[in-house]
């Protein structure tokens, strides 16, 4: 069975702060996806990144980070500089690998974060 | 860009009344899915759906849901008898084009069903 956990669940900062959340995983799939979705006030979810799991180099892209490692099977993400847009829920999620994709997403809870002037 | 739509936004509906929900995946792809998250809690899988067969389905997709891609462009979810539990947001989603390998799943905007 997969599982992710997301042991935050609101966070607050002030505008220009940088902020990390973070996602631990298990699954007993050798292979397998990692993802995180926003999902803003007005309810879509919005994908942000998907990693596979032979692939642990950290990604940026813009203010935004993440830094996944297997040894610890976690899957953090970083705004950095955040800015009031930022706030919405985010979520971590996890699928296994079928050949020629379908998986489900298997979501953790989501951290709330909240950016304030 | 390509998107996933979704019809209605909002519906409300009664207890034991029949539902369909659509969605309009993006055009090339070759997975759907639908996942509902109740106010406030998180996403979860109801069932995923390719090569016109369900391929998955959880524990929560029982026999009052059904899905189907009638037309080749729009995929459904029916709920047979609505209870007051089914009250939730909706979302479909769809994944992996033909033209190469594409895991991430794109989604709709979701519909707010509301069951009274």
């Known amino acids: 069975a997969q599982k992710v956990t997301q042991a935050q669940t609101e966070i607050s900062v002030v505008e220009k702060e940088d902020v990390t959340l973070d996602c631990v995983y298990e699954?007993?799939?050798?292979?397998?996806?990692l993802f995180w979705y926003k999902q803003p006030p007005s309810g879509e979810l919005v994908f942000l990144i998907r990693?596979?799991?032979?692939?642990?180099q950290n990604e940026i892209s813009g203010r935004y980070s993440w830094n996944f490692q297997k040894s610890t099977s976690s899957f953090n993400f970083t705004i950095t500089a955040s800015q009031v847009v930022d706030s919405a829920v985010y979520f971590c999620?996890?699928?296994?690998?079928?050949?020629?994709?379908?998986?489900?997403?298997?979501f953790g809870t989501g951290t709330q974060l909240k950016v304030e002037l | 860009e390509p998107e996933v739509t979704q019809t209605p936004s909002h519906q409300v509906t009664q207890m034991g009344q029949e539902v369909i929900l659509r969605c309009v995946p993006i055009?090339?792809?070759?997975?759907f899915y639908w996942y509902r998250q109740i106010l406030g809690q998180k996403v979860e899988f109801l069932v995923s759906?390719?090569?016109?067969?369900?391929?998955?389905k959880s524990e929560i997709f029982d026999d009052q849901f059904s899905v189907e891609r009638p037309d080749g462009s729009n995929f459904t979810l029916k709920i047979r008898s609505t209870k007051l539990e089914d009250s939730a947001m909706y979302f479909c989603?769809?994944?992996?084009?033909?033209?190469?390998?594409?895991?991430?799943?794109?989604f709709g905007p979701g519909t707010r069903l509301t069951v009274t």
């Open positions: 759906f390719y090569n016109n067969e369900i391929s998955e």
């Open positions: 990693r596979n799991s032979f692939d642990e």
């Open positions: 989603a769809s994944s992996a084009s033909r033209t190469g390998r594409s895991y991430e799943q794109y």
């Open positions: 699954t007993r799939d050798t292979t397998y996806y």
């Open positions: 055009s090339n792809h070759l997975y």
């Open positions: 999620a996890l699928s296994g690998v079928l050949t020629g994709g379908g998986n489900k997403l298997t």
